[in-house]
């Protein structure tokens, strides 16, 4: 079989190893370091001193990204493969093996590189998808709240349409003080419009909902949950700034395009833009980008005859609506 390159590098990546095969012609040598900056580097500069061509690893959990970081760093080419598209033969799985299995698929030019953006959008798709945890754990934190009060059968669901809103929050603070809600209160806050005047529930349906069973715990389970909140928001604000202040020009641009889409939103098009980015000459086609994204099943055919093939997962998993 032909050889691609005549000198390249397999690594199998661990969280505390990193087990190298060099391979030069039919030669090999075999290298074991550790997983730390000052012996990633040696990695790196061992790797250099030999003229090395090109480096494969797999995308193991996260443990790659401190290794591609290091060799793009000192300028050496590195490829990223999934580990599903390199199966070693069975039977003879060590680290050892694997290392000299990726090697051997490199060198014959066997292997497909996952695409890795540059540093500069890598950056970007870390502060969206923190951004979407956040946005994650305030949903769960005010499903929290909304099974604490229907514990307490305070109906606030059903009174306002969004327990997130400004009205809703008027009316928890209210409820913390422990007083009654009665047609006096609901008045007062009209008039003052702490309470708005399109909620679609009525007077007294409102009052019915709003004054239930509360406890002093849950009053202060829901002080608890209501500072936690607020603390959220105010990291979800502070992030989606840094986002707006972080991507380039040309990012923006494409962002506002996206946003033409009928129910695409600004976040959802930042999310977009952080894992396809901008360049689209590596899609030749609208058809492979779908693929690329999952959103196409493959081929299954054998005998003449096409078997349901389902779809994967692919990387708009992290651009769904939110």
């Excluded at 959008?121 to 909304?146: D, I």
């Excluded at 209210?174 to 702490?194: C, N, R, S, V």
């Excluded at 690329?292 to 769904?320: H, I």
């Amino acid at each position: 079989m032909d050889k691609v390159y005549d000198k390249c590098c397999g690594i199998d990546v661990h969280k505390k190893l990193i087990v190298a095969c060099f391979r030069k012609g039919s030669k090999q040598e075999l290298r074991n370091f550790g997983a730390t900056t000052r012996e990633l580097l040696e990695l790196a500069n061992w790797l250099q001193n030999g003229g090395c061509e090109m480096v494969a690893m797999e995308s193991t959990a996260s443990y790659w990204k401190p290794l591609y970081n290091i060799l793009e760093s000192s300028e050496l080419k590195a490829m990223v493969v999934n580990a599903s598209h390199m199966k070693a033969v069975p039977g003879r799985k060590t680290d050892t093996k694997d290392a000299e299995w990726i090697a051997e698929l490199l060198q014959h030019g066997l292997l497909k590189a996952s695409y890795i953006p540059d540093k500069q959008q890598r950056e970007l798709r870390e502060l969206v998808r923190y951004r979407k945890s956040l946005v994650s754990e305030r949903t769960r934190e005010l499903n929290r709240l909304q099974k604490m009060l229907e514990g307490a059968n305070i109906k606030l669901s059903g009174t306002v349409s969004d327990i997130n809103c400004m009205s809703a929050r008027n009316i928890l603070e209210y409820l913390l003080t422990g007083e009654f809600f009665d047609e006096a209160k609901y008045d007062e806050m009209y008039k003052q419009k702490i309470i708005a005047h399109n909620l679609k529930a009525s007077k007294e349906q409102l009052i019915d909902d709003l004054n239930g069973v509360m406890t002093p715990l849950q009053r202060r389970m829901m002080k608890e949950l209501l500072s936690h909140l607020d603390e959220l928001n105010v990291h979800i604000n502070n992030l989606e700034d840094e986002i707006d202040n972080f991507m380039k020009p040309e990012e923006k641009k494409a962002t506002q395009a996206i946003q033409d889409v009928t129910g695409i939103g600004k976040n959802s098009s930042q999310a977009i833009i952080s894992v396809i980015g901008t360049d689209m000459s590596r899609f030749p086609t609208a058809g492979h980008l779908a693929a690329w994204a999952g959103l196409c099943p493959g081929n299954n055919e054998s005998a003449q005859r096409g078997r349901p093939e389902k779809c994967e997962k692919g990387m708009l998993f992290y651009v769904q609506p939110w």
